[in-house]
Nanobody, 118 residues
Framework: QVQLVESGGGLVQPGESLRLSCAAS????????MGWYRQAPGKEREWITT???????QYGDSVKGRFTISRDNAKNTVYLQMNSLKPEDTAVYYC????????????WGQGTQVTVSS
């Protein structure tokens, strides 16, 4: 099991940047992959990005080139650097951890609100 705690959300203007953090309760090197999802009001949860324990990354088309996922193994923390934010990026952002232990388990943080508005 793992507990995930997101932080760093807030209100920013279009074009600005924000960095989200996801602190895990166990060493993230032991987690097969971690990622970020988001959910806007009235919409389904959307996958944004993933980083594996080998360091490979993938991004959704809506954030490619603007968002960057990274991790600090020493701090058991994954980050989401968000640049050139747009109003359509407004959503609750969730950290996800996938652990393969015979079968796969998904774990979620409580979410952090990001609002992009002028």
């Amino acid at each position: 099991q793992v507990q995930l705690v997101e932080s760093g959300g807030g209100l920013v203007q279009p074009g600005e940047s924000l960095r989200l953090s996801c602190a895990a309760s166990r060493t993230i090197f032991s987690i097969n992959r971690m990622g970020w999802y988001r959910q806007a009001p009235g919409k389904e949860r959307e996958w944004i990005t993933t980083i594996t324990n080998g360091g490979s990354t993938q991004y959704g088309d809506s954030v490619k080139g603007r968002f960057t996922i990274s991790r600090d193994n020493a701090k058991n923390t994954v980050y989401l650097q968000m640049n050139s934010l747009k109003p359509e990026d407004t959503a609750v952002y969730y950290c996800n951890a996938f652990i393969l232990d015979g079968i796969g388990f998904n774990y979620w943080g409580q979410g952090t609100q990001v609002t992009v508005s002028s």
